[in-house]
């Protein structure tokens, strides 16, 4: 199986602040690459796929970057609305794996 | 607009099987456009992909439940359904149904709304 590994797991952040999240695979997964974001109780929304491309009605201050094991997602201005956990998934092979999450919460 | 909901039970017994239902709306599940998934998330924990299935009846499990799983088409109901077996306290999760579009690469989307399973006596 593909590991991901989401670094940091927890981010504390304030609203305006520019915030990376860093996903690294075990093997080289191209740019099959989806970041989805999820608040408390609700089901993880799709942000960004294949590395780079910014799902429909996103808001362009999430942006995505990387192929082969290193991406990465930015928000360039953090809004209140962002405070979430944040997930990478691999997409090359199967099992579809996902990263352990990135929580970001306000300072 | 394509959209998925879970139906089932919210509490079932140790050693029992599980069995949930996914609604799907906005296209046919018969179509050769998606792949139907599962997506499990225990309590305060992250993601496990569960498996999924195709129009066509083809399946595609996680080697960790592949004994346990089944997940299979109504294609008169439109739905698929999840079947998992032997249950264990450990399964207890929120149990997410998504599309996956066909494509390099496609990500999952949309998800259900999600519904939480307690594996209890």
């Known amino acids: 199986d593909i590991q991901l590994t989401q670094s940091p797991s927890f981010l504390s952040a304030s609203v305006g602040d520019r915030v990376t999240i860093t996903c690294r695979a ?10 989805y974001q999820q608040k408390p109780g609700k089901a993880p929304k799709l942000l960004i796929y294949t590395a780079s491309t910014l799902q429909s009605g996103v808001p362009s201050r999430f942006s995505g970057s990387g192929s082969g094991t290193e991406f990465t997602l930015t928000v360039s201005s953090l809004q209140p609305e962002d405070f979430a956990t944040y997930y990478c998934q691999q997409l090359s092979s199967s099992p579809l794996t996902f990263g352990g999450g990135t929580k970001v919460q306000i300072k | 607009q394509l959209q998925l909901q879970e139906s089932g039970p919210g509490l079932v017994k140790p050693s029992e099987t599980l069995s949930l239902t996914c609604t799907v709306s906005g296209d046919s599940i018969s179509s050769n456009t998606y792949f139907w998934g599962w ?11 569960v498996g999924s299935i195709y129009y066509s009846g083809r399946t595609n499990y996680n080697p960790s439940l592949k004994s346990r799983v089944t997940i299979s088409l109504d294609t008169s109901k439109n739905q698929f359904s999840l079947q998992l077996s032997s249950l264990a306290a450990a399964d207890t999760a929120v149990y997410y149904c998504a599309a996956r579009a066909l494509g390099a690469g496609a990500p999952l989307s949309p998800w259900g709304q999600g519904i939480l399973v307690t594996v209890s006596s």
């Open chain 2, 39 to 49: 997506i499990r998330q225990p309590p305060g924990k992250g993601l496990e992909w």
């Open chain 1, 26 to 35: 075990s093997q080289g997964i191209s740019s099959y690459l989806a970041w």
